[in-house]
């Protein structure tokens, strides 16, 4: 079967592959930020440990006046003043660091190396009094990381959009064909089926181009679904001489545009299934919540950020999915335009010996 959509003509190659750079580009600048530190950390890695005792251990704050004059509030800044000691090779080195930190590694601090605690530090060989007093922690480079893999892909699906124009240019569209409904080798047929969303669609891609653009207008399923079940009544008929076919389809395309409606858009369904995403997306984050974050607050008395990132994301899924039901009920009240009783209404008329009452 061969299909051949119409549409409006798509970017031209070469400001698809300068968009795809330039988003590259630009979601670089962030990692390259902190390329100097990951490749600090990365060498420690190979670095020798020992047992460096605790002799002092001071965690500072400062506080100080942050927001707009509008909304004033008061930050606090956490510094950890520390002074180690440890032996390599029978000598004595001693590190000293005063080190702004956030709330939850100052609770680190306080919590697993208090005073005269012991903790493994790392050590360059080369120079012992050069150390990392926490190795293999690659926890500040995820966030740059994300936004160099989603640029990363954004970018390639710009420039996989550009080669594929080049290789294929698309055919230009004849301006007098404006229609959204495809041409198809296969004879129109009204066969249907419900997908996994509970949602009708059709398998000729001719049908299921006038379900998709009667739903934009407000249609519902059962209305494309009994307008479509009178079609297929016709299309059945031995004795009907002219059988329904792709100018058919596109006369009640037509009339589906023509249609004075004040939605355009079937922003219901989209919700709809929008809120499943995000409730399956809600389920995920609790779970690691539960396993993660309460496990760390109860030790700490705090979170990292990405422990606020899971319980937010967990909480902030419970609340998009509420206002998305809500949004959807009220949305369907006025879904209906009138479009759907129109049209069945129509085929009532309109298709001989096929009056439903």
């Not at 419900?194 to 001719?206: D, M």
């Not at 479009?339 to 009532?348: D, I, Q, S, T």
């Amino acid at each position: 079967m061969e299909v051949q959509l119409s549409g409006p003509n798509q970017s031209s190659p070469g400001a698809l592959l300068v968009a795809g750079i330039v988003v590259f580009l630009l979601g670089c600048i962030w990692p390259f930020i902190v390329l100097g530190d990951f490749t600090d950390e990365l060498e420690a890695q190979s670095w020798e440990t020992v047992d460096a005792r605790v002799v002092q251990l001071e965690i500072e704050t400062q506080e100080y006046e942050c927001g707009d004059a509008e909304s004033s509030s008061t930050c606090t800044d956490y510094y950890v003043n520390y002074l180690l000691r440890y032996v390599v090779d029978e000598q004595t080195y001693s590190a000293s660091g005063y080190e702004k930190v956030s709330h939850f590694e100052s609770r680190v601090w306080e919590v697993d190396y208090p005073k005269n605690s012991t903790r493994e530090i790392a050590y360059d060989s080369e120079d012992p009094n050069n150390i990392d007093t926490d190795q293999g922690n690659f926890a500040p480079f995820i966030p740059p990381v994300f936004v160099a893999l989603f640029s990363t892909l954004i970018a390639g699906l710009f420039v996989i959009g550009g080669v594929k124009e080049i290789l294929n240019p698309t055919q230009p569209v004849n301006p007098d064909e404006k229609s959204d409904i495809p041409y198809s080798d296969e004879p129109v047929h009204f066969e249907s089926a419900k997908n996994v969303w509970g949602e009708l669609h059709f398998a000729h891609p001719s049908v299921e181009a006038l379900a998709r653009k009667m739903k934009l207008y407000s249609c519902t399923d059962a209305q494309i679904d009994e307008f479509f079940t009178i079609c297929k009544k016709q299309n059945q008929d031995k004795n009907n001489p002219t059988p329904l076919d792709r100018d058919w389809l596109v006369e009640i395309e037509e009339i589906v545009e023509n249609h004075d409606s004040e939605a355009s858009q079937d922003l219901a369904g989209h919700l709809k299934k929008g809120g499943i995403v995000v409730a399956g997306i809600g389920v995920v984050l609790l779970v690691l919540s539960l396993i993660i974050v309460v496990p760390l607050f109860r030790t700490y008395g705090a979170l990292p950020w990405y422990g606020w990132a899971l319980s937010l994301g967990s909480l902030s899924s419970i609340g998009i999915c509420i206002a998305l039901a809500k949004i959807v009920t009220e949305m369907k009240k006025f879904a209906d335009q009138g479009l759907g009783e129109m049209l069945v209404e129509f085929a009532n008329e309109e298709l001989d010996g096929y009056h439903e009452y």
